[in-house]
Nanobody, 128 residues
Framework: QVQLVESGGGLVQAGGSLRLSCAVSGRPFATFAMGWFRQAPGKEREFVTAISWSGDRTDYADSVKGRFTISRDNAKNKVYLEMNSLKPEDTAVYYC?????????????????????WGQGTQVTVSS
């Protein structure tokens, strides 16, 4: 079974930075396109960013573009989310996800249905 485990969440002041990590096991990691999503209290899960299996394409939600950076290290079976200039509205549980086999990731990488495997999430809290 594929398992995803996020880490790196915590409490940070507005304007600060945080780096999240996601470790993937159970399947060859290099073939997975990956995404990060987040869910704030009372809100639906929303797309944050995604990265292709090779790392040559990345996409970002408008709300985080210019502040967040997604990257991956296939040798370590990990994907990262570097978050800078954090805002209180970034407060949420952050989830990493691996794309579903056969999904049209390049066209639909912001949709939750594109992803087959999800981590348990890590809490990010940004104080003002």
């Amino acid at each position: 079974q594929v398992q995803l485990v996020e880490s790196g969440g915590g409490l940070v002041q507005a304007g600060g930075s945080l780096r999240l990590s996601c470790a993937v096991s159970g399947r060859p990691f290099a073939t997975f396109a990956m995404g990060w999503f987040r869910q704030a209290p009372g809100k639906e899960r929303e797309f944050v960013t995604a990265i292709s299996w090779s790392g040559d394409r990345t996409d970002y939600a408008d709300s985080v573009k210019g502040r967040f950076t997604i990257s991956r290290d296939n040798a370590k079976n990990k994907v990262y989310l570097e978050m800078n200039s954090l805002k209180p509205e970034d407060t949420a549980v952050y989830y990493c996800a691996a794309a579903r086999r056969g999904s049209n990731w390049y066209e639909e990488n912001s949709a939750t249905a594109t992803y087959a495997y999800w981590g348990q999430g890590t809490q990010v809290t940004v104080s003002s």
